[in-house]
């Protein structure tokens, strides 16, 4: 039985942990780490917990935690888990990180862009980018993993065989994006009362948005070149979901099978990754409360543009669900433990 | 391993049974029954099962049908599981029936409110009334369970305690019930299109709905004596969930503690019936995707009323998790297997 | 030309005044009073307002405020209007209070439901209740109008002809009322959040919402003695809209067209107060927008209770044209100058 | 008073030209045409009209309704407008057909895009397209007025200053669309069932949806040259507006001033396009109900692109509310006669 430790158990991420946690067979969690909550029932917190969970709410103590538990997820803010981070935790626990600490090679870029001092810079060569489907191998020797972050696992799983196959040209990729409010987090904001946010949609982060430099970065590993792209993330009214819509221009003439062909190669044995049939677009309800990624495209023959299409949960796989399966792979268990999800519909 | 038919599993009630069953070590689905669909892949149908379900939509023979399976699910509309019951199919199979065909055991309040005539009524006495928190027992030794409807499964079971104990006075209660809209089902009509359900409440069947006749018997039993009352649907701009807000007279004076006491006497046992802590309003949210209900209750000492609230999800306890716990209990499985379900927020 | 000053012109109900002022040919806003935002552009506060309104906001200098305009708008939490209420402003400004300072006469009631002292009780007694169909001719020559609440207009007025004609025996009184999320207003808590709302419902304030001893003392004149009810406000997933629907006991046998005779000859004549037509449930959605109030009833000889629905926009109705409606009536205007607002449907 | 008929008035944009004309003073509705429904109450359709339009719906009798009315709107699926057009009509009454059928010059891409025959392509190259902010002259003088589609208006009025001042390299659009689910009518189909929009996002007609030849045909026209572009609309869980996210290279190195010096000039007079402050995005919700089209756009300088947004009500400016401006046009109006319009938020 794997221990888990969770510090930010009580965002929606953390509490989404916490829901896929309950469901593994081989985990159970030792702590529900939330400043805010010191003392509190979590099942408080959380009402959909009652009779579930009975622990209450602890503090961030990652130093005593690492004594606790076999691995930490850390469900925080930008910067907390660079500012905790020493060999001494890593040397007795696994961490996986849910946040952009870990994310991003290059510092520079990463202090750019987050606009904060990285606090343990050492540690960022080792961690793992932990996109199961493409650094499998390396996520399972790895200490410590960076997560994901939502928008970079849709956008790269969707756009990933055709930039490595050379399908198209990295230079013009475009990629429109439209996500559920959880991903917004439960941090109390008028921009996401249910008032502000319901009969609305809208763009935000036009050109500066924080995801842009991670997707960059792993379709630049793809291409073998460094990518500039357009990333454009949209709010829209639903709890969760992530569609991203992306485009670029082919770089020679291809069929459907073509392509089709492309993508079947890289996610044919991929559980969670599902290449739909000829003329479906992926729809985010399709995947709801499951670990599934939902990609498709349409070759455009009379623009020569490749329109890629890719849906999925920002909870599950944009979040916990890829920190599970990442857990998983740390500790060789079967990739899928605890994450046999059946999307649930309507 | 239980082999089961689903006859009418194109509904909303029949996926969610299809999702459900997915998840139960015990069981596997034989047969997707879908007159409308029929040779059409249950995933084309339903695309969140692409790559989960391979099989394809079959007709309506129950009587082939009770060869191949242990067990069939009617999620049809009224009328159709009693066209079809016969003795030669009951001595075969176990019949589910998510349908009122079996549900109120005077013919006569049937065929008034329902509006047809029953085609098998030999069948009522023996049938059960699979409300498994009331009538386990005779659950388990059933040929024929009729499988409760949405709104007195949350009716029921949150004024059952106080009326069979005494605390209210029957003639008093008044139920005013709020629906998500699959309850109305995914038939096409203009009245459930997005934009007509969207930013709206009505109230609708007010002093006519067909499932008062079924609450009234139910609540009967509990009061030893006929129960006339009044149920109000409410129609809810979202998905799932079934809220149900009852008043009732007291019948003598009491205090919070004593009708905890009553309530905890009742449900202390069930896994599925949480009653809240004081204070707590039941949300739908909080039982979204799983088996529970969540009760609660205030003595209003001002107006010398209880007021009983209750939460769950329609499609679950009020459809395909109460008929999967029948299942489990007329096979003598565990009464939980397969809707060990953690509540999905938000 | 009636020059308006509003104070609290930045919440929702500010909003819609500002909205509805915007078309009202003879008024003009002099005040956007808004404490957060002083010095702010209205503008960028409400963005629907670019190049419609050029303001800025201003302190809630009431004194100040009552050298400019003819009359004030508090659109403010209970017990600011009070704090500043003084002889020297009514004898110069007429003021329309939103909040409940000056709606209940029992100061004793007000303070034990509110929790606050009342910091002007002088004034509760010339106060006009501002519920237009039963109080038109003492709001016509009011200085100070208490503003109803959103649940005690749509309370009161789909039960008052019931009560007042003595249909119905007081003391039996349910009401069981939904609302939209914008009568929470727009102040920051998680419980608003988009995620926390949406795809949920619950009640509130069970047994002891503020608004109950509001519609107590109206019901209450017109039942000629006290009135005592319940009342169950529930939360509903869209933004704007409340349904009530009531149920009381029925003191004689009437038939639909008896009580139809008692509801017509009292809103026969009310433009406002729209009775639909046999069989035909209030819909929020077909007042969005407008200053309407739908009622309608089912008399139920099954159980001997009448059954009464209101759907109305508590933004409108419920608070600002409301409150329009009763300055044209104090300024001698036609009532609906400014409310010939059509509901928007979808 | 100029004299209306409506043919198609139960669907959403003909219920929303009913909405707007009901306050247009200069304008009557003489004849709600609506085959569906005729004989039927105009409100028994419409709740939301209940007291407000008397009528009943009629049939769709052009050439007798020619003789009876100033103006006709047909608001009808493609290829109806086409089907009954005659030079008699013509020469009695200005026709506003809100179909695409008068939208596209080139018989031969319309017949290609929408898959039917052209019943009186002779009409077409009098047609007037009635994007009243670039067409404005033309309009006036119209006998038949193509009103644009939905995305066109919104696409065409937030790309048109770019291209037309070579900006941008117009074989680089791309226009990814979002709209309520309002924009697909009123029928009654599975797929706009509420459980199946909500909590739900996808692309549609992706590479092929009808409204693309339309944009590019415009767009054609700014450039002086054929345009070819992406056009991906998604389905949004709203009832109503429409936001785009255009992108396109630009020509030349440009400043932020350098693009709004630019938009400034084309539209700093015109009443319903809204340039919004610098770093402001367009919302949906900032222009419901209302004639606005709200603009703005972002000059990324990493990638050398400009990205474009607008926003607008699809059932208004997208739809009846721009009718209504070339109708106030083509009847010597002010342009905003019945279209002031003040958005409603929340």
């Keep these: ?9 009580t965002g929606y991420a ?9 469901g593994h067979r081989e985990a159970e969690i030792k702590w529900y780490g939330s400043r805010s909550y010191i003392d509190k ?5 959380y009402q959909n917990m009652f009779r579930i969970v009975e622990d209450v709410c602890k503090d961030d103590n990652m130093a005593e935690l690492a004594e606790q538990v076999d691995v930490i997820f850390t469900a925080t803010p930008q910067g907390f888990c660079a500012s905790m981070m020493k060999e001494e935790i890593l040397s007795k626990v696994k961490v996986i990180d849910l946040s952009a600490d870990y994310r991003i090679k290059d510092v520079n870029i990463y202090e750019k862009w987050y606009g904060i001092k990285h606090a343990s810079p050492q540690f960022i060569e080792e961690a793992v980018y932990g996109l199961c489907e493409i ?14 972050g939502c928008y970079p696992t849709c956008s790269t799983l969707s756009v990933y065989p055709a930039v490595k196959e050379g399908l198209i040209d990295p230079s013009t990729i475009i990629i429109d994006a439209k996500s559920g409010t959880s991903g917004a987090g439960r941090g109390a904001k008028v921009d996401n009362l249910y008032c502000e ?4 949609i ?3 982060g036009v050109a500066g948005h924080r995801h842009t430099p991670e997707i960059e970065e792993q379709l630049g590993y793809a291409a073998g070149q460094p990518v500039l792209l357009n990333f454009t993330p949209h709010l829209v009214p639903m709890n969760r979901g992530i569609l991203i819509t992306a485009y670029a221009s082919l770089k ?10 492309v993508y079947d190669r890289y996610y044919n044995k991929e559980k969670f990754v599902r290449v739909l049939e000829k003329g479906v677009c992926p729809q ?6 499951s670990n599934y990624v939902d990609v498709n495209f349409v070759a455009d023959e009379r623009t020569n543009r490749l329109i890629m299409m890719g849906a999925m949960d920002n909870l599950v796989k944009g979040a916990a669900g890829q920190a599970v399966q990442n857990m998983n792979l740390m500790f060789g268990l079967p990739e899928s433990t605890g994450l046999e999800l059946v999307p649930m519909f309507p």
């Design 197 to 200: 946010v319901n009969e609305n």
């Design 1 to 9: 039985m794997i221990k888990v430790g969770i510090i930010g158990a």
């Design 202 to 204: 809208k763009a935000y």
């Design 41 to 45: 029932k979590y099942a408080d917190v």
């Design 284 to 289: 985010t309800k399709w995947v709801e409360g």
């Design 14 to 22: 953390g509490g989404e942990l916490v829901r896929l946690l309950m």
């Design 135 to 148: 650094n499998r191998d390396r996520v399972k020797s790895a200490r410590l993993v960076a997560n994901p």
């Design 252 to 261: 020679k003439e291809v069929t459907y099978e073509d392509v089709k062909a």
